[in-house]
Nanobody, 123 residues
Framework: QVQLVESGGGSVQAGGSLRLSCEVS???????????LGWFRQTPGKERETVAT???????VYADSVKGRATIYKDIAKNTLYLEMNNLKPEDTAMYYC??????????????WGQGTQVTVSS
């Protein structure tokens, strides 16, 4: 069973930075961190948006809305996924979730999700 626990959210002013963390644990945590992992966000009344993904081969994909402002990466030794975001904008305000997909390349299926961490950006 895999568990994902996000942290690092909070309130920040526009132009600021945040680093979100997602600790990945479970019976096979040595390999879970190497699966496709992703960061997603959602605000009430809007569809969930894929912010960034990183696959088993460390290939990263970013949403156009965060490209150039976000970096997704893993710390294998700490079993932790990160999302660093700079130059935050009010439209980045959302609940951010991490999720685990399949081994290998990322697909559209992410069966395992964390509880989320709130990011609020004020202008």
């Amino acid at each position: 069973q895999v568990q994902l626990v996000e942290s690092g959210g909070g309130s920040v002013q526009a132009g600021g930075s945040l680093r979100l963390s997602c600790e990945v644990s479970g019976s096979s945590e040595y390999t879970y961190i190497r699966y496709c992992l992703g960061w997603f966000r959602q605000t009430p009344g809007k569809e969930r948006e894929t912010v960034a993904t990183i696959d088993t081969f460390d290939k990263t994909v970013y949403a156009d809305s965060v490209k150039g402002r976000a970096t997704i990466y893993k710390d294998i030794a700490k079993n932790t996924l990160y999302l660093e975001m700079n130059n935050l904008k009010p439209e980045d305000t959302a609940m951010y979730y991490c999720a685990r997909g399949q081994w290998g390349y990322c697909s559209e299926t992410f069966p395992h999700w964390g509880q989320g961490t709130q990011v609020t950006v004020s202008s």
